[in-house]
């Protein structure tokens, strides 16, 4: 199949680098020219295991990225897969979504086949059937039978997206008839995995859905955990047994210092916002970001309370990714924390495998360091933030601070005897 997919970020890119895998014709179509040139270029702009190697296989054959839309009139579907950042209310901003509608429908005004335009961005329920579907239409002068419309939800996950493509626990397909729901189904087939076939707006629903009760599972299990760490039980034990439960299943019970990411925050913001404008009170929702938002001062509180007086104090941080295998710091837990010790007036030297770069564009004047030696060298305390597997092997690295007070925001070390944030 001739595939297009507009929107050249973390879901787009892989999206595409995957369909050419499976082998169809794929086009990305991204408004950021330096985006473009670094796929054309066999680069990928950002980090993710495999992604490299698909593009070095596929770009120059049947994988390309343009700035131009005259692509799309030449494919069977298009894939939108544009951000949809918070509104300041907490809302999910959909003029990108809105845009990238428009200008498909510009470029299908000439087109006289059938073409599917598929929603994977992740969006509240009735955005393709009140947002994208009147814009398409509207620009492309054509009326609701001469064209098709999907909403195919992402459930991939940063640092493990490509994997999570190729072996998707299900995937979710809704549309208003058959035909359309047939032709997204066909730009997978070669995968193994359960389809689901729903509604648009049910497909929207579902990955709401789907976040929320993951970000549940993790601000319940922190909860637990801060009830542990002031009883001296150890949270991992505990939920290794609660997690043996198969009603439970034993993923995301690690209890830490939060969630963050480009989704799950901004996703449970937006299905409470949803909640209140049509009159509803999400009490449960509200008090998972309410715990979310909690545990990074937690870690804090117990440096101050280890450490003293935090002012003039040197403070390692390990970590700064929002969670290992990526370099994406949206959202990262490491933000807050940083901000409150900054204005602790903290001298932070600070390491991640692959996010240094990241962090540095929102913290341009903390001390980046290439090792974890370099960044725990002399430092009076050290916090850690991320899950990277190569913090596992750290040990004497730890003899060089000047004192040696280690504290976990994520359950990785392997030494033993150290302190985390809720055990
Ligand atoms: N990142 C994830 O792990 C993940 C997982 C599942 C779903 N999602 C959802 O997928 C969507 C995309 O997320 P992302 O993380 O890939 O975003 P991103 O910000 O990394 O990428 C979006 C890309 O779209 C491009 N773009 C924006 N408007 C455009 C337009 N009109 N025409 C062409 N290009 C345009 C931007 O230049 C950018 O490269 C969001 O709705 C997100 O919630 C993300």
């Known amino acids: 199949m001739k595939i297009s997919v507009v929107g050249g970020g973390y879901v787009g890119l892989v999206t595409a680098a995957c369909f050419a895998e499976l082998g169809h014709d794929v086009s990305i179509i991204d408004h950021g020219p330096a985006k473009v040139k670094s796929i054309n270029a066999k680069k990928p702009p950002i980090y993710e295991e495999g992604l490299e190697e698909l593009l070095k296989r596929h770009v120059g054959t049947r994988l390309r990225a343009s700035t131009s839309y005259d692509f799309i009139p030449l494919s069977d579907l298009t894939f939108i897969c544009v951000g949809t950042p918070p ?72 640092g493990h997206a490509v994997e999570d493509f190729i072996h998707p626990d299900r995937i979710v397909i809704g549309s208003r008839n058959l035909r359309d729901a047939a032709r997204v189904a066909n730009a997978y087939q070669g995968l193994s995995a359960p389809f689901l076939r729903t509604g648009l707006t049910a497909a929207e629903m579902i990955k709401y859905t789907s976040n929320s ?59 409470i916002k949803l909640a209140e404008t049509i009159g509803e009170d999400p009490i449960l929702l509200r008090s998972v970001i309410d715990v979310n938002e909690k545990q990074p001062g937690r870690i804090v509180q117990l440096l101050r309370a280890r450490i003293g007086e935090l002012k003039g104090k040197r403070i390692a941080i390990l970590g700064l990714a929002f969670k290992d295998n990526t370099d994406d710091v949206r959202e990262s837990r490491s933000i807050p924390v940083i901000e409150e010790l900054l204005e602790s007036g903290v001298v932070i030297t600070a390491y991640d495998p692959i996010a240094n770069p990241s962090m540095h564009k929102i913290f341009p004047t903390i001390t980046y360091c290439s ?29 060089l601070m000047a004192n040696k007070v280690i504290i976990e925001g994520r359950r990785i070390l392997s030494i033993k005897g150290g302190e985390g944030i809720c055990w």
Request: aromatic content about 8%.
């Open 213 to 271: 009760f993951l970000a549940t599972k993790i601000s319940f299990s922190n909860e637990i955990g801060n009830i542990c760490k002031k009883l001296g039980i150890d949270v991992y034990e505990v939920m290794k047994g609660v997690g043996m439960d198969r009603r439970i299943g034993p993923s995301f019970l690690d209890a830490g210092a939060g969630f963050g990411g480009s989704c799950f925050p901004k996703d449970v913001h937006a299905l």
């Open 87 to 158: 509104n300041p209310d907490g809302s999910a901003d959909l003029s990108k979504v809105e845009a990238a509608s428009r200008s498909i429908g510009s470029v299908l005004k000439k087109s006289g086949n059938y073409h599917v335009v598929v929603v994977k961005s992740t969006v509240p329920p009735g955005t393709t059937q009140k947002i994208v579907i009147p814009a398409v239409l509207h620009e492309a002068e054509k009326s609701e039978d001469e064209m098709g419309f999907a909403m195919n939800p992402e459930f991939l996950r940063e």
């Open 371 to 399: 090792t974890a030696a370099d960044a725990l060298r002399g430092a009076e305390g050290c916090l850690v933030m991320t899950e990277w597997p190569e913090f596992e092997d750290l040990k004497e690295e730890f003899d």
